[in-house]
């Protein structure tokens, strides 16, 4: 009897020790995962809506028609310049093709193209020339300017800043109709 009452009380023990022992094994596990979590969440770049690598709203189609062929439109933080070309727009990245570095628009200096007098992406690294429709007039860059997709949604102009597309050359398919 006494043989008996003292293996159920062992019994009951090992129970308790399995059961402290799971519990303590997932108190770790969702530590583990509490951590990780937190720094996969940290590492992971959060885009901030409307910054480079998003789709931006840059004008409403109003807007946008009403700017004049020629003109060049800087969006600093998002990257690119929105080029108002002869038959409607090109959203043009503003890195180098030829060895990155950020290229400026001049509008003092004079024009590549048929639009204005005056206009031209000059890159201070190595005397790289672009016109507005991002071609090379001059220098080492070996492509155009690449572009970003535009599109209408609800009657804004959206740059999709997180799709850059590469081309060897300018064509007319390149240039958004608004
Ligand atoms: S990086 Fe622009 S010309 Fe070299």
Redesign the pocket.
């Known amino acids: 009897m006494a043989d008996s009452q003292d293996n159920a009380a062992e019994n009951k023990a090992i129970t308790r020790r399995q059961f402290l022992s799971r519990a303590w094994w997932a108190a770790a596990g969702l530590m583990i995962v509490e951590t990780t979590g937190g720094l996969v969440a940290s590492l992971w770049p959060k885009l901030k809506a409307g910054s480079f690598g998003t789709k931006v709203k840059v004008a409403s189609v109003e807007e946008a028609r009403a700017m004049p062929v020629g003109t060049v439109a800087y969006f600093p933080e998002q990257r690119f310049y929105l080029s108002r070309v002869e038959s409607g727009f090109l959203a043009l990245y503003r890195r180098?093709?030829?060895?990155?570095?950020v290229?400026p628009w001049r509008d003092d200096n004079p024009s590549e193209d048929a639009l204005a007098s005056n206009g031209r992406f000059n890159?201070?690294?190595?005397?790289?020339i672009f016109d507005r429709y991002g071609v090379v007039h001059a220098?080492?860059?070996p492509k155009p300017l690449d572009i970003f997709p535009i599109t209408v949604e609800n009657g804004e102009v959206i740059v999709d800043t997180g799709t850059i597309i590469s081309r060897s050359s300018f064509d007319e398919s390149q240039v958004t109709k608004i």
């Open positions: 180098c093709t030829h060895l990155g570095c290229v890159c201070p690294c190595h005397g790289g220098g080492p860059p």
